[in-house]
């Protein structure tokens, strides 16, 4: 998968609290126009909502939950999240890593998230059924795990209702498409919501 550069909003203003997004090529709008990524979305129906947050979109096309993990204490460092919102482990399943791997780095992932004062929100992600069912089950089963374990809210399926729908999918059929961005912030929505403190645009 190609590598695409993170990017991040304007802010709305010089403090506003920050929602990292920590991702792979799912948030990196991977195959689409940038403008059109649930990313941009959630950021237009911030403003709408006149809640002041800055997103600081650090998703990158094949990245793993290790990748992730390793680059995570700059970001901390440099954006000083309020929230992060872990999307990973996809490109771990896609290669078959042991479960034992993503449930570790994930689970580090987000108590140096807490220890540095984040919020966190973890995408919970499926495999495409051709990997049998004892190894997409025990994948699904590991964010569950990791969630209930660190205390941390869930989005229990990040692409529910899309990939079943080829309509909504790339050629790939592993990436969803521009008309499946909507629905992916949809997915995003109920677990981001509760999180946000409500800050408003002056």
Request: net charge negative.
């Amino acid at each position: 998968m190609a590598m695409e550069p993170a990017s991040t909003s304007e802010p709305a203003t010089a403090t506003a609290p920050r929602i990292l997004i920590l991702g792979d090529s799912l948030s990196a709008a991977y195959g689409i126009d940038q403008n059109d990524s649930w990313v941009s979305l959630l950021e237009q129906r911030l403003r709408a909502k006149g809640l002041a947050y800055r997103v600081v979109n650090a998703s990158i096309s094949g990245e793993t939950t290790a990748g992730g993990r390793a680059r995570l204490a700059r970001l901390l460092a440099e954006h000083r999240p309020s929230l992060v919102l872990l999307e990973l482990g996809a490109n771990d399943g896609l290669r078959g890593f042991a479960f034992g791997v993503l449930r570790d780095n994930l689970t580090t992932m987000i108590r140096e998230a807490r220890a540095a004062g984040s919020q966190v929100l973890l995408a919970g992600l499926r495999l495409p059924p051709n990997y049998g069912a004892a190894y997409t089950d025990g994948f699904q089963a590991v964010f569950r795990e990791v969630a209930n374990a660190e205390q941390v809210p869930l989005i229990p399926d990040f692409l529910a209702g899309i990939p079943e729908d080829r309509a909504l999918m790339q050629a790939d059929d592993l990436h969803p498409n521009t008309a499946a961005q909507p629905l992916i912030l949809e997915n995003v929505w109920p677990g981001l919501e509760p999180l946000l403190s409500g800050t408003r645009v002056p």
